[in-house]
């Protein structure tokens, strides 16, 4: 078989099931674990999928920047970020994670709320300076302009002397085996700690997030409250997190 034409059936494959095998591979193409390996290796480069232990799962499109990111399904993340404003309660310390879905949440906010938003995104710092009762607290350090957020030591700093109610996370890939994870490693870190310091967490996921990795893991399903997803979802994709014992909103 062509190496074309074993790439091609190895992302066929992988839309289909959701993960590769290389071992269960090597033995159905007749070619070697190391052939193997090396054309994930170089679909990986390509960026069309994500290499894991073992194999491979979906890569994740929403790794762009974040003007990238504005053009990805946009009504989905409307919605989601429409059902995210409607659970915040006056009176809560909330905390919004920087990124296009959370720029929603802020831009839904009920007028007449009354609580304290922290961010380490000026963006949606941005956002939140026509709302009069809305009490903005923004976190400062190196500016990662990629994301628009801030990261390193003086972030990572801040958070620590905070202890808010609900954190909105946003990542790019969204996994019941490989977790929450993100396309850099310090922006993960400030996620982590981010969640770390509130009581709940809700994940925000538009549908071209579910079943998808990127490099870098936020922290395991496990640690979150919840995942806050588009309607349209097919209940077969949710059925894994669901069997997880995770809240699934479908907006």
């Given amino acids: 078989m062509l190496t074309l034409h074993r790439k091609q059936r190895l992302l066929d494959r992988l839309k289909r099931d959701g993960k590769l095998v290389a071992k269960d591979l090597s033995v159905e193409m007749g070619v070697s674990e190391d052939t193997i390996r090396r054309d994930l290796r170089e679909l990986a480069g390509e960026g069309l999928l994500q290499r894991v232990h073992g194999g491979a799962l979906p890569a994740s499109p929403a790794v762009v920047d974040f003007a ?3 053009e990805i399904r946009h009504q989905g993340k409307m919605a989601i ?13 909330v905390i919004l994670d920087g990124g296009t879905t959370s720029r929603e949440i802020a831009r839904h906010l009920s007028p007449d709320l009354c609580a304290t938003v922290i961010t380490h995104s000026p963006t949606i710092a941005l956002e939140l300076v026509p709302h009069k009762t809305v009490e903005v607290i923004l976190l400062g350090g190196r500016l990662f302009k990629h994301s628009v957020v801030a990261v390193g030591a003086a972030c990572f700093e801040a958070i620590g002397k905070v202890r808010a109610d609900i954190f909105f996370m946003g990542v790019t890939g969204v996994h019941p085996e490989a977790g929450l994870t993100t396309g850099d490693f310090e922006e993960a870190a400030i996620k982590r700690a981010l969640s770390r310091a509130a009581a709940e967490t809700y994940v925000l996921a538009s549908a071209e997030k579910l ?14 409250s919840g995942i806050i997803t588009e309607r349209g979802v097919d209940r077969a994709v949710l059925e894994p997190y669901a069997e997880l014992g995770i809240t699934v909103i479908q907006a």
């Fill in 211 to 224: 079943n998808a990795a990127s490099p870098y893991l936020v922290t395991g399903l496990a640690e979150v």
């Fill in 81 to 93: 970020g429409q059902a995210a404003a409607s659970m915040i309660q006056s009176g809560q310390v």
């Fill in 68 to 70: 990238g990111r504005e």
